[in-house]
């Protein structure tokens, strides 16, 4: 089996930097064999998503895979509808049931995974970590100083103009009202 780079494209900044980082990275050490952007598709994301993918695939020259938990249409209110809440202390279930079940089915044991964590967020890589002991995180962003500051500009700088959630005041491209 090759070895796979695997880049968690959120449609956000920091996800999106990661990724063209990773796939630069990629073409001058030749870290894995091959590469997968996915983006897992949440029903109540922005529209403007589609837009933002759309502009990153030219970016980064390379097809982002769509993945959807059909078991729930991608929908977070399906979620908290079957399962009758919206968040405990463990977190939101809709982040277990539409994100990490999909990311589990797909990844591999010897990928490499990249995901948007930028400098402010080393705990949450760090509890990334502690709770996939399975996976291999590359933590890129980290690694270079980046914050999420530094992500916006490089996008704006390659002529991508940022998700509409930023533009509405949110810091993160959550699901509307997250």
Not at 129 to 139: G, R, Y
Request: net charge positive; charged share 25%.
């Amino acid at each position: 089996m090759k070895k796979r780079l695997v880049c968690w494209f959120s449609c956000g900044a920091a996800s999106a930097v990661a990724t063209k980082l990773a796939i630069l990275e990629n073409q001058k050490r030749r870290l894995a064999d091959d590469v997968l952007i996915a983006y897992i598709k949440i029903k109540e994301e922005h529209n403007d998503n589609k837009r933002f993918l759309r502009d990153c695939e030219r970016w980064f020259d390379a097809p982002i895979v769509v993945l959807t938990n059909e078991k729930y249409g991608g929908s977070i209110v399906n979620v908290f509808n079957r399962l009758n809440f919206m968040g405990g202390i463990s977190g939101a279930p809709c982040t277990l049931h539409l994100k990490k079940e999909i990311r589990r089915k797909i990844q591999r044991p010897d990928d490499l995974q990249v995901l948007g964590y930028t400098v402010e967020e080393m705990s949450r890589a760090d509890r990334f970590i502690d709770a996939n002991a399975e996976a291999d995180l590359w933590p890129l962003l980290i690694e270079k100083g980046l914050t999420k500051n530094d992500c916006l500009a490089i996008i704006q700088n390659a002529g991508i103009a940022p998700p509409v959630m930023y533009k509405l005041g949110y810091r993160n491209n959550n699901c509307i009202g997250c």
